[in-house]
């Protein structure tokens, strides 16, 4: 039996620890990880979610069959306001008083993950974020002997860059019972920061490969927001400068003069919103962009299917943060769409130049135009790339490929196997 893994758990239940999660049904937030822990608990697990609470979630919830425990850390509620909307990385750049609750937040995640582990019989934390979930979760489950489960999502390693921070990352890492990083680019990170990890997994998150949309729903966006022969771009995500959203619309400035029916939607909403929208009334495109606002994630197909071209130009941030992985590129790639992009962190895993997509370089409005022009003007070759692009997206970033992976490490990790493999006995041989 592995070292470190209590002998006598049977139990198939997964404390799964992150500080960002939906606080309620249609929430803005992004929902990978809620989606990662439905997959689980469909493959036999027994996802349990720890979050912090915010103004206005319930403290115990069951949210699309996922159990949800929400923690406070500051009273009256109205101050626990460190995480979700963009996150805490995002809040901290435009407020550093931010800093005075960390700490609040850090120990009572602490003592409720300790409270947790002591009152149950759990086969494995997991931990989402290496700062504060993982370092909590290393903490208590190095306590207790519990198998930990650390994923890298890219910001947590790439930023918060200070003497104490790498500390703690490094101290994650190193006593993790396993590691995984959503792409090359946050694996390099990692392995530079601890060199010695038991055990280290590449898993990307995965994004949902959605049923055919409402043919009618897309063509009626396209009709509402497409001019003349187009083309209609579109990006979607967090409305902040390090998404690249500031070089689309300088793109769309210069290429209007030889597509003049070009056209933009930007899908999504986020600090920097009011910004972008300044800049394109400054460029004198305003009539050929629009901004929606966020949009529920079971609509963003309709949205995609009703655009030509996907733009998700990333750019490296001031703190370090990279686009580790581009969850809502290889959603474009899904939906069938060409698109254009930057060799910003991992996003190369997906979108590779001119096999599944344009890569350009950072900060450079120019050469997005250059190739937003040469999609609008070569339709094999967008062609070409979409049914390249959606062909690796099915092979190796969907929701259930990514499940059945993390399925597998838990298993390996904890001695355990899922309820759903087909036995009463859980313990598993390892």
């Known amino acids: 039996m592995q070292a470190g893994v209590k002998k006598s758990a049977r139990s198939n239940e997964v404390l799964l620890i992150t500080s960002s999660y939906p ?9 990978f ?16 979610v720890l979050a912090p609470h915010a103004p206005g979630a319930a403290r115990r919830q069951v949210l699309d069959g996922v159990p ?15 995480c979700y909307d963009g996150g805490a990385l995002v809040k901290l750049r435009a407020n550093r008083w931010i800093l005075v609750k960390i700490p609040f937040l850090v120990v009572a995640q602490w003592l409720a993950v300790l409270w947790h582990l002591i009152r149950h019989d759990v086969a494995l934390v997991h931990s989402h974020w290496l700062l504060p979930q ?6 208590s489950a190095g306590l207790l ?11 947590d390693v790439f930023a918060l860059r200070g003497p104490v921070m790498r500390a703690c990352k490094r101290l994650v890492l190193s006593r993790a019972s396993a590691v995984t990083v959503n792409s090359s680019a946050t694996q390099a990170a990692a392995e530079q920061l601890a060199r010695r990890m038991r055990r280290l997994v590449r898993i990307p998150m995965g994004v949902t490969n959605q049923s055919p949309t409402d043919g009618a729903e897309a063509a009626d966006l396209r009709d509402r927001f497409r ?7 579109i990006f979607v995500g967090r409305l902040v400068m390090e998404k690249g959203v500031g070089d689309m619309l300088e793109a769309v400035a210069l290429a209007q003069h ?15 919103r009011d910004c972008f929208q300044k800049q394109a009334n400054r460029l004198g495109i305003v009539n050929r962009v629009s901004f929606t606002g966020w949009i529920p994630s079971d609509q963003i197909q309709n949205y995609l299917r009703a655009a030509d071209i996907f ?9 370090g943060w990279l686009e580790a992985q581009g969850l809502a590129l290889i959603e474009a790639m899904l939906a069938g769409l060409a698109v254009i992009s930057t060799a910003t962190g991992g996003i190369t895993d997906a979108v590779r130049h001119d096999e599944t997509g344009l890569i350009v370089n950072a900060a450079a409005p120019r050469e997005i135009a250059d190739a937003i022009r040469r999609l609008a003007g070569d339709t094999a070759l967008a062609e070409r790339l979409a049914s390249h692009g959606r062909r690796l997206a099915l092979s190796e970033f969907t929701r259930e490929i990514s499940a059945k992976k993390f399925s597998d490490l838990y298993s390996r990790v904890s001695g355990v196997v899922p309820l759903a493999a087909g036995t009463e006995s859980t313990k598993y041989a390892s």
């Open 68 to 82: 949800v425990h929400r923690f406070r850390y500051l009273w009256p509620e109205s101050l626990q306001t460190v």
């Open 227 to 233: 001019r003349g022969n187009g083309p209609l771009l």
């Open 33 to 48: 990880v809620h989606h990662l822990a439905q997959d689980l608990r469909s493959l036999g697990w027994n996802i349990l």
């Open 258 to 272: 030889e597509l003049p029916d070009i056209a933009a939607l930007i899908v999504g909403d986020g600090p920097d």
């Open 145 to 155: 002997r519990v198998p930990h489960v650390a994923t890298v999502h890219g910001g």
């Open 311 to 319: 733009v998700g130009p990333s750019r490296p941030a001031p703190d």
């Open 23 to 31: 606080r309620w049904a249609g929430d803005s937030t992004t929902p």
């Open 134 to 139: 993982g370092l909590t979760a290393a903490l």
